[in-house]
């Protein structure tokens, strides 16, 4: 059994906008598009000096008024973004990325959508799971808007319809799970999570890719007893496991005895090798039985015969 919970109390980071360097290249464009204006005007039409001259100025005036809606139609979109254009309070098309052109007065950029991925963080405060057990959950949301049109036309604020969907679908799937199931599967939480929460916001254009449980609070004293019970968890799996090894080494064993049972040269050599890595061990003394001794000694294995003889002659030559 593992399981992951957080003591902290400290608030998540609620949607903080990047902050990006201001782009004034869509008001140097329209100040470029005036002072050009401006110049020719000046350059055609001299500064008037009698009645003749002041009809002329009215037409520089008119030729001005002109360039300043050009100016006032230049629009800009970045890559990521879409703008949404009304005319005369309908809906009309969605522009970008780059520049484009609105109709002054007729038409109005009612709101620009990024289709960028998003990550929306949302909690649950104090939801019962559905063995009667007090949770505080944290999670995110990832998800991008595929239809601007819909997202702008279909939901008054978008933005808060998916967080507050999505904090729904949480509290839906804390109560219909046991704090174990919620615990060891959260996998399985988060795509039900996401599945449900699909559903409302696919008829707004927008997809929910992923959500991710980052938090799980619970009471203390609960925290306790599932620490006992994980630890004892352990203790259980640790002792399988040596079970398991002794199980193998049994097997081990038993093939073993089988091959030495019938092959008396190999039960032979081993029990010598046992012999050489007690002695390579520096052991003075060691203890061997006595039907291996009786067979060592008829055999003069180590020579303990010739020794005995030689000794036996150099005392007799004395």
């Known amino acids: 059994m593992s399981f992951f919970i957080s003591g902290g109390t400290e608030p998540l980071v609620r949607n903080k906008p990047l902050k990006m360097k201001p782009d004034y290249t869509l008001a140097l464009i329209r100040f470029i598009v005036l002072a050009v204006t401006v110049a020719v005007i000046l350059f055609v039409f001299p500064v008037p000096k009698n009645l003749q001259d002041w009809n002329d100025a009215g037409i520089a005036c008119a ?6 809606l050009f100016v006032l139609s230049i629009r800009k979109a970045d890559e990521w973004q879409r703008a949404i254009v009304l005319r005369f309070g309908k809906f009309r098309k969605v522009r970008g990325p780059g520049l484009f052109f609105i109709i002054p007065l007729a038409d109005r950029v009612a709101q620009t959508v990024d289709i ?13 799971t559905g063995d009667s057990v007090t949770v505080d959950v944290d999670a995110i949301c990832f998800w991008l808007v595929w239809d601007p049109q819909k997202a702008v036309l279909e939901v008054e604020n978008y933005i808060d319809a998916v967080v507050l969907s999505s904090k729904t679908a949480l509290r839906n799937a804390i109560s219909s799970h046991d704090l174990s199931t919620f615990l060891e599967r959260s996998d399985i939480i988060e795509k039900q999570i996401q599945e449900d929460v699909d559903k409302k916001t696919t008829e707004w254009g927008i997809t929910v890719l992923h959500i991710e449980i980052t938090d799980i609070q619970i009471p203390e004293a609960l925290q306790d007893s599932l620490s006992r019970v994980a630890q004892a968890e352990r203790e259980k799996k640790g002792r399988i496991l040596l079970a398991e090894a002794e199980i193998q080494i049994a097997h081990k064993l038993e093939e073993a005895a089988k091959i ?3 092959n008396q040269p190999a039960m032979k050599l081993k029990i010598l090798s046992i012999l050489n890595e007690g002695l390579k061990a520096g052991n003075s003394m060691m203890l061997v039985p006595n039907s291996i001794a009786e067979e060592l000694e008829t055999k003069d294995i180590f020579g303990l015969k010739a020794l005995n003889e030689v000794q036996r002659m150099k005392k007799e030559g004395e």
């Open 116 to 128: 960028r991925i998003r990550v929306s963080d949302f909690s649950t405060q104090k939801t019962l």
């Open 63 to 68: 030729v001005f008024l002109v360039a300043l």
């Open 260 to 262: 030495y049972l019938s």
